[in-house]
């Protein structure tokens, strides 16, 4: 029944599908197990190899893991896509470098970004936190009794800039700092991209700095984007510390969306200056009814606190 089901996965949507996937990611058996890998291999239809992927992942079949690292390497470029992400629950981080490898010979910008994301994944499952990015460093900056030969191609150093944001390890973050005063301009972007992508708010300055400072609109906007989502990440702060620094992103502001993000963020920090913030945007155009909502979200988060 396991290409019957693939074959029905790919070619229904609705409930068909929903009962065709829930039925191949739960037949119990060895032997469903073993079908999915021979079909992985042996189905003619890339819809539907889509399909054994997904079960593959879904199924925690470590015996796919093989299958599935050369399919998200070489395969079609959907093929690829869906063995990355099956890849997050089969692979580990012992996988990372071979990963890399294969990230480091894509070309299609969708697919490094879905290996970037798994590798990403996968880091986190290491207990040490400042020894999630080291794979990915000794690629960037060899340690000086290595023997390992350090990537020179810039797009390529640029993939592995990327995949550190998507890691977050605090330890990669000089070698960061100091590929941003870079001249060349692929390197910028894709640093000043890693930074604002980062899963913790250990670099909010650094990210505040690049929406201050920057030449190029995209990086004022990716990085004010990723201080105002850093603020919410910051566990030690009180309201009022909290509001002061979004005023300093909603100065920075010059389109509608980064101001409705800014007032997205204050009823998380509910207190006098929030309520003041987002009523001094109650006039402005493009954000009127974002305002309001923040205004009687505080309100009324003011009241329960008064209750309380």
């Given at each position: 029944t396991v290409p019957l089901l693939a074959e029905r996965a790919a070619g229904s949507r609705g409930r068909e599908q929903l009962a065709a996937r829930a039925s191949l990611w739960t037949l119990p058996g060895k032997e469903v197990d073993e079908?999915?890998?021979?079909?992985?291999?042996?189905?003619?239809?890339?819809?539907a190899k889509n399909e054994l992927v997904q079960a593959a992942g879904e199924r925690r079949i470590a015996s796919?893991?093989?299958?599935?690292?050369?399919?998200?390497?070489?395969?079609?470029l959907n093929n690829s896509l869906e063995a990355a992400k099956a890849l997050r629950a089969i692979a580990s981080p012992g996988d990372i470098p071979a990963l890399l490898g294969f990230l480091l010979g894509m070309s299609e910008e969708t697919a490094q970004e879905e290996m970037e994301n798994t590798i990403g994944a996968l880091a986190q499952k290491i207990s040490d936190p400042y020894a999630r990015g080291d794979d990915v460093q000794g690629l960037l900056a060899p340690a000086p009794d290595s023997k390992s030969v350090p990537v020179t191609d810039i797009p390529k150093r640029c993939l592995l800039y990327r995949t550190l944001g998507k890691i977050g390890d605090d330890s990669s973050l000089p070698l960061l700092r100091e590929a941003l005063t870079s001249p060349d301009v692929q390197t910028k972007d894709a640093v000043s991209r890693a930074l604002a992508d980062w899963p913790n708010p250990t670099p909010r300055e650094d990210v505040l700095e690049i929406a201050q400072n920057s030449k190029d609109l995209t990086h004022q906007v990716l990085a004010l984007r990723g201080f105002v989502r850093m603020i919410g990440l910051e566990e030690h702060q009180s309201p009022e510390a909290a509001v002061r620094s979004l005023k300093m992103a909603l100065d920075l502001a010059t389109r509608p969306d980064e101001k409705k993000l800014v007032l997205g963020a204050l009823p998380g920090f509910a207190c006098p200056e929030a309520l003041a913030l987002a009523e001094s945007l109650l006039a402005v155009d493009g954000v009127r009814e974002e305002a309001q909502?923040?205004?009687a979200a505080i309100k009324e988060s003011l009241g329960r606190q008064k209750m309380n």
């Open positions: 079908a999915i890998l021979f079909w992985l291999v042996a189905s003619p239809s890339d819809p796919a893991k093989n299958i599935l690292m050369a399919m998200a390497g070489s395969g079609p909502a923040a205004v």
